[in-house]
């Protein structure tokens, strides 16, 4: 089964490393370069969420937005998305996110991302879904995470062989040669979430 669709983990902070920003910008022509459908939180054209989808549609691609209800006041969506909807709580819109991609990509976020990445990734362990989970570990970002997964094996709380439910790369073209070779199954467009 080919992939056609990626979900983007990101964080919504417009106050950070221009390096960050054009990660995210490459990332989103990128993806609507290759007709991937571009999955995120619906934010608005701030920080990366807003950049990475806006680069998406720059590009001729698709892009569904997810975003609750109660945040429609502080972050307004994007006009003109080729999808966007607008869901009853956090929990409806990590699932829904999940349900609608067959890979993520986690770029540097704040702690959002993290929730929503850990969830991801426990989901993962939980045989919940299957789908590639790849981190843009961009200048670094991401090392402090890297190590305290090290940690956590180390004291016994982790398995070794939960390193494997993620790669981690540093460039966007990394990144699409991780999405190129991952083949999700079948089943994997779909959880088993409740």
Known sequence: MRLTSVCVYCGFANNVDPRFKEGARQLGSRLGELGLLLVYG???GDGLMGIVAA???QA???VCGIIPE???NK???LENLTELHVIANMHTRKRMMVDRSDAFVILPGGLGTLDETFELLT???LELHNKPVIFLNQNGYWDEF???IKKMIAEGFCAPEDQDLFQVVTSVEEVLAALNSASPSAESSHTGLM
Do not use: F
């Open 123 to 125: 989901w993962k362990k």
């Open 42 to 44: 619906a934010a608005g």
């Open 70 to 72: 109660h945040m429609l």
């Open 55 to 57: 680069s998406a549609l």
């Open 146 to 148: 890297l190590v305290l």
């Open 60 to 62: 001729g691609g698709k």
């Open 75 to 77: 972050e307004a969506p």
